[in-house]
């Protein structure tokens, strides 16, 4: 098989010696004969698993005490519930910058008082508001660091009066976050921290047990902690893989490691896409994610052709979000710089 260059927008690319240790795990795990899929979450084996993956995460995103660390099911989809859940009380504050942000104004909705403190929807989500106030009455604020469809990303967090609360799903581990500024960070994994099935949620146990609701168990933050996130069965194949990437990373030379290469990507395709008369970016330039770029053909006859050539060179998963249309080539931590080389050229050559 040829090289197939994966710029998959999710579930995503994975290092191919991630790929090697998650099946060794799958035939011996830890020496034990027996397959990661088969063997009791609560063995010491396991347990360790979980522990080494708590660490490591803390150690790469330096991530202070007075956080907890959990590995939850559902997906980021179900912590757009959570959140409110745990954390709604009077009001919660959000920004609106995509689908996603959509969908979690949507969520919280079911369980009290939101207020948009801004929206970037006018413009069909393509740039960042950064002129709005955050009201002090809200119990938090939520935004998304990186919008996974429309091809932006925040460049820095506001100074938030209330707890901060962040979607990083499609960019975390790709640059240097000052978590100390977020009371919350969750993340689905399968962009940028190991396969689908596990959701990172890393949470400072201080903003816990503030609401008057009663929230049901598998709701409620504060009994996965006290469960050491045990409290049911957690995902566990997907724990184990995760932990394969993220030593992977720390190899690699950690967050700043994959910020450079994430920049050399970045950079790249988008002295591409402004230099070819054939492609034009369709968000705001500053406001551009170095994770998920979105361009359009400026001449749509073009498109087959264009299609056809870089199918030809073995690149997959360019095609836009079914919301947004045009290319997306998402570029996460695993994605070789030759894999934007293999792009750029066919940029340049699809039309001579
Ligand atoms: C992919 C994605 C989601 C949805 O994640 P699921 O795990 O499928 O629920 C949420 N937020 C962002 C920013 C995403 O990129």
Redesign the pocket.
């Known amino acids: 098989m040829s090289k197939v260059h994966n710029f998959s927008a ?1 579930p995503s690319i994975l290092a191919p010696e991630v790929i090697e240790a998650s099946m060794e795990g799958i035939r011996n795990f830890a020496g034990t004969g027996l397959s990661v899929l088969e063997v009791s979450h609560r063995g010491k084996e396991f347990v360790s698993v979980v522990e080494e993956t708590q660490a490591t995460i803390k150690e790469l995103m330096n991530i202070p005490d007075g956080y907890e660390i959990l590995f939850l099911g559902g ?3 179900l912590q757009f519930l959570m959140v409110a859940y745990n954390l709604l009380e009077t009001k919660g504050a959000y920004l609106k910058t995509g689908v ?1 942000a959509a969908n979690a104004v949507k969520e919280a909705k079911y369980l009290g008082n939101v207020e948009v403190v801004a929206s970037s929807e006018d413009k069909n989500y393509s740039y960042i508001p950064k002129t709005y106030t955050i009201p002090t009455d809200a119990d938090y604020f939520h935004c ?1 660091s ?3 469809i429309y091809g932006t990303q925040m460049k820095s967090f506001p100074d938030s009066p209330v707890t901060m609360v962040c ?1 990083m ?2 960019d975390i581990l790709s640059r240097q976050v000052d978590v100390s500024k977020f009371g919350l960070i969750y993340a ?1 994994a ?2 940028n921290m190991g396969p689908a099935g596990v ?1 990172v949620v890393i949470v400072r146990k201080d903003i816990l047990g503030k609401v008057s609701r009663a929230i049901p168990s598998m709701m409620n933050y504060q009994v996965h902690i006290d469960k050491e996130t045990m409290f049911n069965t957690p995902p566990v194949f997907p724990i184990f893989a995760m932990l394969q990437n993220l030593k992977w990373v720390k190899k690699c030379g950690g967050v700043d490691e994959m910020q450079k290469r994430a920049a050399a990507r970045a950079d790249m395709l988008y002295a591409e896409i402004d230099s070819n008369p054939l492609f034009k970016g369709n968000v705001e330039v500053e406001d551009r994610s170095q994770m998920n770029v979105c361009f359009v053909l400026t001449d749509e006859s073009l498109e087959e052709k264009f299609n056809a050539a870089w199918k030809a060179a073995g690149i997959s998963g360019i095609k836009g979000h079914r919301s947004a249309g045009g290319y997306r080539a998402s570029m996460y931590n695993a994605l070789p710089l030759e894999s934007v080389e293999a792009l750029v050229n066919v940029m340049r050559t699809f039309n001579n």
């Open positions: 999710g997906g980021a989809s996603w998304t990186n919008n996974t979607d799903s499609s689905g399968q962009k959701t």
